[in-house]
């Protein structure tokens, strides 16, 4: 969790600091993304089971607490799979560079890159779809500038050959990212039917 607030205030030393750490993927599990994200998991619960989503031309759609809690659970379960495979996604990518880091400085590196994605779930305590939507742009773009930090320190690359790498990586995380939210679309929907 301390390099939460090195992310925003001074990402690029930050990002040094995480790549000298010797973390290993379970540490690296429970003390941050175990946490962050569970952040939007929490507020989307809340924000879904008391106020509903809200549509914006009046349509709200509340849920029980039970549909919640069913959608939370596996709404987490996604996050903390995407992450994983995110970290795959860096580590086969990074294949033909010569100092190609392990999949396990991978691992750790996307779920640092992911926490703007994580803490951008706050606004879910008031599901307001637009406003989600915004705040999820805001978070992705942000995501994508620690990426293009943090890849040629990570990978001690130049910076225009990071450039394109972390292009490549957030066009293939956002396409993770499509794909596990309609997976929770899908399945939410499947749930609400049930429950």
């Not at 991978?106 to 951008?120: E, R």
């Not at 008031?126 to 999820?136: D, E, F």
């Not at 992705?140 to 990570?154: K, Q, S």
């Not at 309609?182 to 609400?192: N, R």
Request: hydrophobic fraction near 50%; aromatic fraction near 14%.
């Amino acid at each position: 969790m301390n390099h939460v607030w090195g992310l925003f205030s001074h990402p690029e030393r930050e990002m040094h600091v995480i790549r000298g750490e010797n973390e290993s993927v379970s540490h690296h599990y429970t003390h941050h993304v175990l946490i962050m994200a569970a952040i939007p998991v929490i507020c989307a619960f809340i924000g879904t089971t008391q106020l509903g989503w809200n549509f914006g031309d009046g349509t709200v759609v509340k849920l029980s607490p039970v549909t919640g809690l069913f959608s939370a659970v596996l709404f987490y379960a996604l996050m903390l799979i995407g992450v994983a495979a995110m970290g795959r996604v860096i580590w086969w990518m990074a294949r033909h560079y010569p100092q190609r880091p392990s999949l396990r400085h991978c691992m750790v590196f996307a779920g640092y890159v992911a926490t703007p994605l994580f803490l951008s779930g706050i606004v879910a305590l008031y599901p307001l779809v637009w406003l989600c939507a915004l705040a999820g742009t805001i978070a992705l773009f942000y995501t994508g500038y620690l990426l293009y930090l943090g890849v040629p320190t990570f990978l001690n690359i130049n910076k225009e050959e990071g450039l394109s790498f972390s292009s490549s990586t957030l066009a293939i995380g956002v396409l993770v990212l499509e794909v596990l939210l309609a997976l929770t679309v899908i399945l939410w929907g499947y749930g609400y039917r049930l429950f």
